[in-house]
């Protein structure tokens, strides 16, 4: 259940980061250098967050073999 309340918040977070940048990049008025600077950093954040989990599930699953292991 934790794992699905994880996914949940964050396919609502790259959702919700999506929906920023197709915004920001629709709109004339902001600046060339304001779009690719706000673009830069939620994708780095996406990144971020990614490498974050994959980290975590690895790490989960090598914490659970190892318990076994000592038995």
Same mark, same amino acid.
């Given at each position: 259940?934790?794992?699905?309340?994880?996914f949940l918040i964050l396919?609502?977070? #790259?959702? =919700?980061?999506?929906? /920023? $940048?197709?915004?920001? %990049? &629709?709109?004339?008025?902001?600046?060339?250098?304001?779009?690719?600077?706000?673009?830069?950093?939620?994708?780095? #954040?996406? =990144?971020?967050?990614? /490498? $974050?989990?994959?980290? %975590? &599930?690895?790490?989960?699953?090598?914490?659970?073999?190892?318990?076994?292991?000592?038995?």
């Amino acid at each position: 259940m934790k794992k699905v309340g994880i996914f949940l918040i964050l396919a609502g977070l #790259l959702c =919700i980061l999506a929906f /920023v $940048l197709y915004t920001i %990049a &629709l709109e004339p008025e902001i600046p060339l250098l304001i779009k690719f600077g706000v673009s830069t950093a939620i994708v780095g #954040l996406v =990144i971020v967050i990614s /490498v $974050l989990v994959i980290e %975590a &599930l690895k790490k989960n699953k090598r914490g659970n073999e190892d318990d076994l292991s000592k038995y």
